[in-house]
């Protein structure tokens, strides 16, 4: 049976169906050990596991964060990284301060960790997970979305994207310029031409 | 220094206004000079066209001279007229949905090669090349028939047949005509008249006929009697019903019959069918 397994399997399920390594679900690294893995591997020498590297990203402000292989893919940047050769010792990430990378980190395993998009329990955890993610201050949102436009996460970009967007449906520009602390810098007769050509969208 | 919107590039913001509304996008244009560029992108109008525009357009002769996808969204609000002629293709303009007026030549109509029963002629008022009216027929069967893959998903969508009561018109009040839409999945039946409500007649009516009109509408199938609304245009439109376009593709058939009177009518021109997206949806 173990022979017709691939590596993607071992991946998946190996925590599972293999007590020897006992993973806590506290723990906050997905990944194995190296010692787990060189046992691992002399006892099944025909399966190869490759994405248990560890990738350690800097943010603006120095700290650095150790993320598992798959949690840093996430974000294509990072990913475009890895495979040209950057990624060596430590990716740097000047645009990101400490505060948002660790706020993307956590993102991004929780997107990670959930496989089963399918099962309706793991979705409706993911939504709800989703919803009180974005429950910050605008501050931060924007500053989200610079860093997934940054680093190039999509799923990211359209989460935080769409909460922006849903605060703008439906209101007047007067509302719009002052939910978001923005300066009418119209001249009156550009404010009037304007106003002319999209009179529909006011009826 | 805490971000701001507009701090943001102007790739994110268009990101931001193409997951609101037509509307909304439009609106936004007025919130500040320096954010009016991001409004009017591409990247906002693209994605308020329909996904499979090319397909439709393919289907037309017209040449749409347009520098920007925002001038695409705003001519497709007007009419485009798509295979050649016998039906017109339009954006709604609050959503960005697919709205289709099938003309009288699309529509499968009992008799209506017979000249004795229906004559096919222009008329000015009508945005296309032929309209058809009834001359005189006791049995009258109107169908007309769309794909939802022409269509928007996700949409509930009114069927309305446009139509104009001639001068000279005799027989269309005497009992409600019946609805039907129908397709795979489901099946609605109404019943409407084809003029509006004339208070004197009906005054007249209850006088000298006080049971023909109960005795009329209960020939019919159980509905609502409607009544025809009036246009900006000049035509009428009758609702003939609703139904809803979901993800599988599949036809749907539209039908406006009155074959229960028995009694001889004529007068009623018919422009065609319009599927919209019904109003309170945004």
Redesign the interface.
């Known amino acids: 049976m173990l022979k017709n397994l691939n590596s993607k399997h071992i991946q998946r399920f190996s925590y599972k169906y293999l007590p020897q390594f006992p993973i806590s679900p506290n723990s906050p690294k997905l990944g194995f050990s190296r010692s787990q893995i060189a046992n691992y591997r002399s006892n099944f020498p025909t399966t190869i596991m490759s994405s248990s590297k560890t990738i350690v990203l800097r943010s603006s402000d120095g700290e650095t964060f150790e993320v598992d292989e798959a949690v840093a893919v996430e974000s294509q940047t990072i990913k475009h990284m890895i495979e040209d050769g950057c990624a060596d010792t430590s990716i740097p990430l000047p645009n990101v301060t400490s505060k948002i990378l660790s706020k993307v980190i956590e993102y991004c395993k929780k997107h990670v960790e959930t496989p089963n998009a399918d099962e309706k329990v793991a979705e409706e955890d993911l939504k709800s997970f989703d919803a009180d993610f974005v429950k910050v201050d605008q501050s931060t949102l924007f500053d989200l979305i610079l860093a997934a436009n940054y680093l190039n996460i999509k799923s990211l970009l359209d989460l935080t994207c769409q909460t922006v967007a849903d605060m703008i449906k439906g209101k007047t520009p007067e509302e719009i310029r002052k939910t978001f602390n923005i300066k009418n810098d119209f001249t009156p007769e550009e404010e009037e031409e304007v106003r002319r050509e999209n009179a529909w969208a006011f009826e | 220094m ?8 102007e ?2 913001i268009s ?3 193409s ?6 996008a ?11 560029s991001a409004a009017e992108s591409d990247i906002v109008w693209d994605r308020f066209l329909p996904s499979d525009l090319p397909r439709i357009l393919s289907r037309s002769h017209t040449q749409l001279n347009v520098s920007s996808k925002k001038e695409l969204f705003f001519q497709l609000c007007g009419c485009i007229p798509i295979d050649g002629g016998l039906r017109s293709f339009s954006l709604d ?1 609050v959503s960005g949905r697919k709205c289709w007026i099938l003309s009288a030549r699309a529509l499968s109509i009992s008799l209506s090669n017979e000249p004795n029963h229906w004559t096919w002629s222009a008329n000015s008022t009508s945005r296309f090349s032929e309209v058809v009216e009834l001359k005189t027929i006791s049995n009258m069967e109107i169908e007309g028939r769309i794909q939802t893959e022409d269509l928007s998903t996700n949409t509930t969508y009114s069927a309305y047949l446009i139509v104009k009561v001639s001068d000279h018109s005799f027989g269309l009040d005497a009992i409600p005509c019946e609805t039907l839409i129908s397709s795979r999945t489901c099946s609605v039946t109404n019943t409407t008249y084809l003029c509006p409500l004339d208070e004197q007649k009906q005054q007249f009516e209850s006088l000298f006929f006080t049971n023909r009109r109960q005795m009329m509408e209960k020939r019919v199938v159980e509905g609502e009697c409607q009544r025809p609304s009036k246009k900006a245009d000049g035509w009428m439109e009758i609702e003939i019903g609703e139904f809803f376009v979901g993800e599988k593709s599949e036809g749907v058939k539209m039908n406006l019959t009155e074959v229960k009177g028995q009694q001889l009518k004529g007068g009623l021109i018919i422009e065609g069918i319009e599927v919209r997206p019904k109003c309170e949806q945004l």
Do not use: E, H, N
């Open positions: 805490a971000a701001r919107l507009s701090m943001l590039p790739d994110c990101t931001v206004l997951l609101t509304s037509p509307p909304d439009s609106r936004f244009m007025l919130v500040s000079s320096s954010l009016r303009k």
